[in-house]
């Protein structure tokens, strides 16, 4: 494997490999500049965005798993108990206080817990009873959601949320947003030890393939993260030459389909994709095209910034002249 030491960030390699291309190769590039879209992301993103509005949708007022907190207001009865039918306001401490009950750390409490709790420290007066808790007046809650999202800001929401809620009120996911989701909870006030949790969310999972147990319930406090994907060049004897996002696990062949497929005088069989491996220098992997498409040999799993030239036959020394074109921008290492 040959190495090219870069001196350049990525995108300074970007622009110089676009004016070589656009000059050595046929006059179709020379007119116009390589797009920079990846149509086959937005279909994709526009159908993820489609299932976040769908589902958010269906859950509209589904409210089991809302966990009490502070300044809620709470409507409580226990059947044939007509001392704790009560309005009580969660105060600044998440506590209530009620008749045969006393008080009740009520905060952090979904509904159905604290009914079980009320009724449980009812047994000694009486049995089986029925005790129903209504949430009468939501507080407000801040959750933010941050990344590759319309719009990314901090929102004031009453309720129970869930993730795919809280994506559909962002705008929905852009383009280059990846396949990873970060849910970030503060660590509780009132938990003695307890730590900040992250909770990684593929949303792959969770949109296209329809595990909606991923989609969890969101708390005040939460920080929805949504990263952008990494990012592929692809140049030289292709279609639609650019620089295309990154999905889950995206392959040489699939690059080479985002770019519209190969032109009809590519040279199939040294293909090369330069890759940072983190030392300042770029690796060069070559792929032949027509075994990996037979399934002679194994397709490549792209990495973020891997930059792919597809060679154009007819130009003698085609990487020779690559190097030699931008050789006063870039150094490289011995045998290139």
Not at 97 to 106: H, R, T
Not at 224 to 243: H, L, R, S
Not at 263 to 290: C, M, S, T
């Amino acid at each position: 494997m040959r190495v090219l030491r870069s001196n350049l960030i990525f995108r300074s390699e970007i622009a110089i490999l676009c004016i070589f291309f656009l000059i050595s190769c046929s006059s179709e590039y020379a007119s116009k500049t390589p797009p920079i879209i990846d149509y086959s992301s937005k279909k994709k993103t526009e159908q993820l965005n489609e299932v976040i509005m769908l589902h958010s949708a269906t859950r509209s007022g589904v409210i089991e798993d809302y966990r009490i907190g502070h300044e809620d207001l709470l409507e409580i009865e226990a059947y044939n108990i007509d001392d704790l039918k009560k309005i009580v306001r969660v105060n600044c401490q998440g506590d209530i206080a009620l008749p045969l009950v006393g008080v009740i750390k009520a905060n952090g409490m979904t509904v159905s817990e604290l009914e079980q709790e009320i009724a449980k420290r009812l047994e000694k007066y009486v049995q089986e009873t029925v005790v129903t808790v209504f949430v009468k007046e939501y507080r407000s809650q801040r959750i933010s959601v941050i990344g590759a999202v319309n719009n990314p800001q901090t929102y004031a929401v009453t309720g129970q949320r869930y993730l795919v809620d809280m994506l559909m009120q962002a705008g929905g996911l852009r383009e280059e947003a990846g396949n990873i989701c970060y849910v970030i909870r503060p660590s509780a006030k009132d938990i003695p030890d307890s730590r900040t949790e992250t909770l990684v969310i593929d949303l792959n999972e969770l949109l296209i393939n329809g595990n909606f147990d991923l989609n969890i319930p969101v708390f005040a406090g939460d920080v929805i993260n949504i990263p952008k994907g990494g990012v592929v060049f692809v140049d030289g004897a292709v279609k639609n030459p650019g620089i295309f996002t990154l999905k889950s696990r995206t392959t040489f062949i699939q690059a080479i389909s985002m770019a519209h497929g190969l032109n009809p005088d590519a040279v199939l069989n040294d293909i090369r994709i330069f890759r940072d491996n983190g030392k300042g220098e770029r690796d060069v992997i070559r792929a032949d095209y027509e075994a990996i498409s037979k399934g002679q040999s194994s397709d490549i799993v792209l990495a973020d910034n891997d930059i792919i030239i597809v060679p154009k036959s007819g130009i003698k020394n085609f990487f020779n002249g690559f190097i030699s074109t931008i050789k006063g921008f870039i150094s490289f290492g011995k045998g290139l």
